[in-house]
């Protein structure tokens, strides 16, 4: 089946650095979802990004489906962005059941 | 607009019990999708639901099953419960199968002792 492999999966930062998260994954996708877990386990739909680029406020993701790589850009940190963030894609052969990275763990401090 | 639901949030059983998990998907969507996410791990996807019937399942055995009902909330059923089973249980519901945004519920987080 499909493979995800996210990095880094530890990221320590002070408030107001920038952040980039990757997500690589194994064969082609038509769809790809950017998730943040935070402390208490709530999981947060962040983008919904099969390509291109989308922003918002101060989170960014892009996608390059061709080379089966996308981007999290997290810009001026606050300390409420920690938490787990997760991408997810499409199993290979059924887009119903989305398979998950190990997630990068992020921890801003004040 | 109300978002997914999910009962309880924490619930204590003994291996060899039953249990089941509730959830209320957001207003509209027609499709749930239940996840397994051991401590430290990425949610394991378990089986989704559309318009009643399940469609997909993941590498769960039998004794976790599941229905939804026609106002498109679902059930999740654990039978003999193990020590493995001990996790958070996330529902997830979408507008359409596969092809739009997962909202995810906050969770149950099932101890098995």
């Known amino acids: 089946g499909i493979q995800v492999e996210q990095s880094p999966p530890d990221l320590i930062l002070q408030e107001g650095a920038n952040s980039t998260l990757r997500c690589n994954f194994s064969d082609s996708v038509n769809n790809l979802q950017w998730f943040h877990q935070n402390p208490w386990g709530q999981l947060i739909n962040l983008f919904y990004?099969?390509?291109g680029t989308k922003q918002n406020g101060r989170l960014s993701a892009t996608t390059v489906a061709t080379e089966r790589y996308s981007l999290l850009y997290i810009s001026s940190s606050q300390t409420t962005d920690s938490g787990v963030y997760f991408c997810?894609?499409?199993?290979?052969?059924?887009?119903?059941?989305?398979?998950f990275g190990k997630g990068t763990k992020l921890t801003v401090n004040p | 607009e109300t978002g997914v639901t999910q009962s309880p949030t924490h619930l204590i059983k003994t291996r060899g019990q039953q249990v089941t998990l509730r959830c209320s998907s957001q207003?509209?969507?027609?499709?749930v999708s239940w996840y397994q996410q051991a401590l430290g791990q990425g949610p394991q996807f378990i089986f989704q639901y559309y318009r009643e019937e399940e469609n997909g399942r993941g590498n769960f055995p039998p004794r976790f099953s599941g229905l939804q009902f026609p106002n498109y909330s679902s059930e999740l059923n654990v039978n003999a419960l193990e020590l493995d089973d001990s996790a958070l249980y996330l529902c997830a519901s979408s507008l359409r199968q596969g092809s739009s945004p997962l909202h995810f519920g906050n969770g149950t987080r099932l101890t098995v002792t």
């Open positions: 990004i099969p390509s």
């Open positions: 997810a894609v499409p199993s290979q052969g059924g887009s119903e059941k989305l398979v």
């Open positions: 207003s509209g969507h027609n499709t």
